[in-house]
Nanobody, 117 residues
Framework: QVQLVESGGGLVQAGGSLRLSCAAS????????MKWFRQAPGKEREIVAR????????YYRPSVKGRFAISRDNAKNTVNLQMNNLKFEDTAAYYC??????????WGQGTQVTVSS
């Protein structure tokens, strides 16, 4: 089992930046990929970015590509999401997710990001 704790959300003006962090504990040796999802009120949860734990290869949803950057620190078992040039439509609860090599998945408690226009 992998436990996840997010931090770094908050309120920011459009065009501003925020950095989210997710600290993993437990069976971190089993992690295959780390992902950030978000969910806005009344909308479905959607993937924002993903990073493969072993080689750092990444994926971004098109609407955040070029503005967001996902990174990992294997030694500290953390994954970060640097969010620049934030837009009103980025407002959502952001969730960290860990996918293991065994196909199991763990979620953090979420952190709120609010972008004022």
């Amino acid at each position: 089992q992998v436990q996840l704790v997010e931090s770094g959300g908050g309120l920011v003006q459009a065009g501003g930046s925020l950095r989210l962090s997710c600290a993993a504990s437990g069976r971190t040796d089993s992690i295959y990929a780390m992902k950030w999802f978000r969910q806005a009120p009344g909308k479905e949860r959607e993937i924002v970015a993903r990073i493969i734990w072993s080689d750092g290869s990444s994926y971004y949803r098109p609407s955040v590509k070029g503005r967001f950057a996902i990174s990992r620190d294997n030694a500290k078992n953390t994954v970060n999401l640097q969010m620049n040039n934030l837009k009103f439509e980025d407002t959502a609860a952001y969730y960290c997710n860990a996918e293991t090599r065994y196909g199991t998945s763990s979620w953090g408690q979420g952190t709120q990001v609010t972008v004022s226009s």
